[in-house]
């Protein structure tokens, strides 16, 4: 009888192991198949990206330092390119870029991929208007009134090249940027609709490296004067 309880008791104990390491194996594929962008993750090489990337190559450019690889998709009924950007052949950012024809659907698909992407990746870090230098001056002392959200004044400021809409999030690996800008055609004019995405440390130490070269120029500059 001690003997019956006693293997009894070993069963238990190697179910409860085999689950433990399934649960176990579990997280790790869950956590092994989040992503950064696509079915990429950052530092990826470009032969892996090519690899892991099933919509249709339709450039590639670039040499060691800088390197890129266009695509063609469509994302949300619309016709979309894809970018991945390489620095040392090391993945480092990515973009969707949207070409749209109205300033009535560039507005509204704006606010659309703005909603998703505070779905997907919470409250945005930041979220403004970015005018031209020209548009501010025009603007005068009744800026705040003229900036009121109305949109056929938004549609012809951004038409004109003004103004940039321009929201943006962060999470612990990456900077997202939603945009949407005019761009004057020969025909006709174009609206960009772009979302990019950055590799956070990547991007941190490019933007610090500028700061620096900045204030090394400054000092110069200072000592020359």
């Known amino acids: 009888m001690y003997t019956i309880y006693r293997m009894e008791e070993r069963k238990m104990k190697k179910a409860a192991l085999v689950s433990m390491l399934f649960i176990i194996s579990s997280v790790c594929v869950l956590f092994g198949e989040e992503y950064d962008f696509r079915k990429t993750r950052w530092g990826m090489n470009v032969k892996e990206v090519r690899e892991s990337e099933k919509a249709t190559l339709i450039d590639k450019q670039g040499g060691k330092k800088e390197y890129s690889l266009v695509y063609s998709d469509t994302i949300a009924g619309l016709k979309a390119v894809v970018e991945y950007g390489f620095t040392q052949y090391k993945l480092r950012s ?75 999030w962060a999470t612990d690996f990456t900077y997202i940027t939603l945009t949407l800008k005019g761009d004057a ?29 900045q204030a090394v120029e400054k000092k110069e500059l200072f000592d020359a004067l």
């Open 185 to 213: 055609g020969k025909e006709q004019v174009r609206y960009i609709l772009e979302i990019d995405y950055a590799h956070k440390r990547w991007a941190d130490e490019i933007r610090l490296e500028e700061e620096e070269k």
């Open 94 to 168: 990515a973009r969707y870029r949207f070409v749209i024809q109205t300033g009535t659907d560039a507005l509204k698909r704006y606010r659309n991929f703005k909603e998703v992407l505070s779905q997907k990746y919470g409250q945005p870090e930041s979220s403004a208007r970015r005018y031209s230098e020209e548009k501010k001056k025009t603007l005068g002392p009744f800026a705040f009134l003229l900036l009121m959200p109305v949109d056929f004044r938004l549609g012809e400021s951004i038409e004109k090249g003004q103004l940039v809409l321009q929201t943006d």
